[in-house]
């Protein structure tokens, strides 16, 4: 089943973006990410109007897409910004979106990182006392305040893939809530002269399709709230992180967006009533839910190789240097041919890539129309997680990407050249 924002022409071509794909590969050339515009958007809008009746905060996750145009659709929504790195916050200003509207995350930001934060008045949520040290020092010798906010680790398991469960005491991420780490870094901040307190952040993981463990991180975050605000002190807001999934197998259903918030809402405001506190600002840090679904890799088959009695092998022009999920996480894809959209599912197929291992592959053991030399396989839901993680492994330029709107197309991202792959090589004088 295609989700609502594709659809099939007569000439059995998948459209995206109003589109056909067909086109697009003949235009663009082929591995090509695509990325549909008004998904972005429609994405952004029922997350927001599902918690229209707080006052809450969407910080796009650039980690999951940090393409310069991909952030601009969601700065013109008027998306804050979740950057990790100096280089997604320099990404996140120059598509307009505020510093104050950032938070700042990660367990290790550099020295310069944090002075570009300081700069720009981004919230910083601090993971360790040695950070929140060179966090004051910095300020202090750049004669301003910081912003801080402090990371907490609820020591929550998340139902996902273990390398992307975050909220686990054995994890590196934040304080320790249970051994008073947490409110001992507050106390501590509390006493810094240019440092001034103003929120709580948990991320508990990311690709959660059931609303439960936010509900749970929330309890526990405001747990912390309210022995802060017995301390004395007072937060503007509580950043519940990032994390909410999007089905990837036809099977799985979406995330009850409408139900989460409530129940999430709910917990935060039991515990704002029962200490007559203010409302707090509700910081959502999304990525995946943004821009996952929105996103097509379109990749050639190139050949095709029959083995009896096992599933036929088709390999694509993209594998696991354009797409590392499926080789890093097990992760599923749905793939489909974007040529043969009317052709049955007939044939058991594995979609392996170009790469010289074992693992360099999209999808094993699916069922495919039978596939040509030359047909067009389409792989869904890699908007997030997809271009971000790509790699140059076997000296592979990495593939464009083009973002489609009303049936028109344009490049966001160029392919790599040969060039670009050997610009920043040297040779050392003893070989020149
Ligand atoms: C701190 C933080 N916030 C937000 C996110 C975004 O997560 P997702 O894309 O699952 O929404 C991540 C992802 O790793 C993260 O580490």
């Known amino acids: 089943m295609l989700k609502p924002h594709f659809r099939v022409n007569p000439a ?7 589109v056909d794909a067909v086109e697009l590969c003949e235009e663009f050339g082929t591995p090509l ?25 969407l910080c796009y996750a650039l980690k999951a897409n940090s393409n310069s145009a991909v952030v601009k659709v969601l700065a013109e929504e008027g998306a804050g910004a979740d950057v990790s790195s100096e280089n997604e916050l320099r990404i996140a200003l120059r598509a307009g979106i505020e510093g104050e509207k950032m ?13 570009l934060a300081l700069r720009h008045g981004v919230a910083i949520n601090i993971d360790n006392f040695q950070e929140l040290e060179v966090v004051g020092r910095l300020a202090e010798r750049m004669r301003t305040e910081a912003r801080v906010s402090f990371r907490i680790n609820p020591d929550l398991r998340a139902p996902t893939h273990p390398y992307i469960a975050t909220g686990l005491r054995e994890s590196k991420f934040g304080f320790e809530v249970g051994s008073g780490e947490a409110l001992e870094a507050y106390r501590r901040a509390r006493g810094m002269k240019n440092v001034k307190i103003v929120g709580i952040h948990a991320h508990i993981g990311s690709q959660i399709l059931d609303p439960s463990p936010f509900v749970e991180e929330a ?16 937060l503007e807001f509580v950043d519940l ?8 197998r036809p099977e799985e259903r979406e995330v009850r967006l409408e139900e989460l918030a409530e129940r999430v809402i709910s917990a935060v405001e039991e515990v704002e009533e029962e200490k007559g506190m203010g409302k707090h600002l509700l910081v959502f840090e999304p990525g995946r839910y943004l821009v996952g679904d929105a996103g097509i890799l379109l990749a050639r088959v190139e050949y095709t190789k029959e083995r ?15 797409l590392i999920r499926p080789a890093l996480y097990g992760a599923y894809h749905h793939i489909e041919l974007a040529n043969k959209m009317n052709l049955k599912n007939d044939t058991l197929t594995n979609v392996a890539g170009p790469l010289c291992e074992s693992g360099d592959f999209l999808g094993k053991e699916r069922l495919l129309p039978k596939a040509e030399r030359g047909d067009l396989a389409v792989i869904f839901d890699v908007g997030a997680y997809g271009l971000a993680m790509s790699s140059q492994h076997t000296a592979k330029p990495r593939p464009a990407m083009v973002m489609v709107r009303r ?26």
């Open 219 to 234: 309890e526990k975050v405001m747990g912390v709230v309210a022995e802060l605000h017995e301390m004395g002190i007072e």
């Open 12 to 18: 059995g071509h998948l459209v995206c973006g109003g």
């Open 103 to 115: 938070v700042f995350n990660g367990n290790l930001k550099t020295e310069a990182e944090l002075k």
């Open 33 to 57: 990410y695509v990325m549909d515009e008004e998904r972005i958007r429609d994405n952004y809008r029922r997350f927001l109007k599902a918690f229209s009746r707080r006052r809450v905060r």
């Open 407 to 432: 049936g028109r197309a344009a490049l966001i991202r160029k392919r790599e050249t040969f060039r670009d792959l050997v610009r920043l090589d040297l040779l050392p004088p003893w070989l020149r």
């Open 241 to 248: 992180g990032g994390g909410v999934g999007i089905p990837y």
């Open 308 to 322: 009896r009695g096992l599933p036929r092998w088709i390999s694509l022009d993209a594998g696991m240097n354009a």
